[in-house]
């Protein structure tokens, strides 16, 4: 037997949790499904943790400038682990307080992974079995992102990392390649400098955060140039590989190739919407990028 309720959100992170306590107010029944945490990316692989790594950073350049406040202070260490532990309880503390108001507001979280039958029901894969969602209003899908992965070389998670990667490295890279000059790969190539890595970013586009206005841009590389990050920018990345002591990577502009080397390569090109074997075909829903 089906379990029926007005809205069925499939995805329960910063969309889905956001359709739900809407549906809520407005008086329906909602069933948000997930098959992991509800808080989604944002919330543990993205805009939190990256933000906590980088108010540690912050902290670490300003005890650097504390000689200009008329401060003595030795060049100031970090203990990683602890720095990590730092960013872990922060995203524990707000995971805890949108799992109390998912619960407050009485949402049926039901976790597992979810599939389209039709575009009414959904079937989800929990440990106790299979559960059958009927959605009498309406169905959200709100499956969230992954991070892309160059063509030519897969992020393993050791020498090659994406921001999955990058939030739970076991270490600060002496040297690191950011490749994508978006606000994702210039978060992790602010706290990675501040850490003290030296950082070099690729960027296909002519300029940095290519989305933003051309001085806020300029204003930003900058700041980020003085801080000693370089910046190869309007080229072209022509392959990639991994060595035994980190990862290089091949960029071409006009005629001339260059090929640059690190401890560590970092992919950040953007995110791709999670679609695959979610049933869109089953319920007769069609996608033309993704």
């Known amino acids: 037997m089906a379990d029926s309720f007005d809205l069925v959100i499939l995805g329960g992170g910063n969309a889905g949790y956001s359709a739900a306590f809407r549906a809520v107010e407005l008086g329906m029944s909602v069933a948000m499904v997930e098959g ?11 805009c939190i943790p990256t933000k906590a790594l980088l108010h540690a950073a912050e902290l670490l350049d300003e005890i650097r400038e504390a000689g200009s406040f008329g401060l003595i202070v030795d060049e100031p ?30 949402i049926e979280l039901v976790e597992g992974r979810g599939r389209l039958r039709d575009v009414r029901t959904v079937t989800v894969e929990t440990d106790d079995g299979e559960r059958t969602l009927t959605a009498d209003k309406g169905l959200v899908l709100a499956t969230g992102s992954y991070p892309r992965d160059l063509p030519f070389i897969e992020a393993d998670g050791e020498r090659v990392q994406n921001s999955t990667h990058g939030l739970q490295a076991k270490d600060v890279p002496s040297s690191v390649i950011i490749v994508g000059g978006n606000y994702i790969g210039l978060e992790f ?39 000693g990050i370089k910046f190869h920018l309007g080229v072209e990345e022509t392959g990639a590989d991994k060595t035994d002591s980190g990862g290089e990577i091949t960029i071409r502009k006009d005629e001339s190739e260059e090929t640059l080397s690190a401890d560590r390569m970092f ?24």
């Open 36 to 46: 992991d945490k509800v808080g989604g990316t944002c919330l543990h692989r993205g």
């Open 77 to 106: 260490d970090f203990d990683w682990a602890k720095v990590l532990s730092f960013k872990d309880g922060v995203v524990g503390r707000m995971y805890k307080g949108l799992s109390g108001l998912v619960k407050k507001k009485k």
């Open 189 to 227: 190539a602010s706290v990675y400098r501040s850490f003290g890595s030296e950082v070099q970013v690729v960027e296909m586009l002519p300029k940095i955060a290519p989305a933003e206005d051309a001085e806020v841009s300029k204003s930003l590389r900058r700041e980020l140039e003085k801080r």
């Open 267 to 290: 992919v950040a090109i953007g995110r791709g919407p999670r679609t695959e074997d979610m049933g869109l075909d089953e319920a007769g829903i069609k996608i033309d990028k993704g």
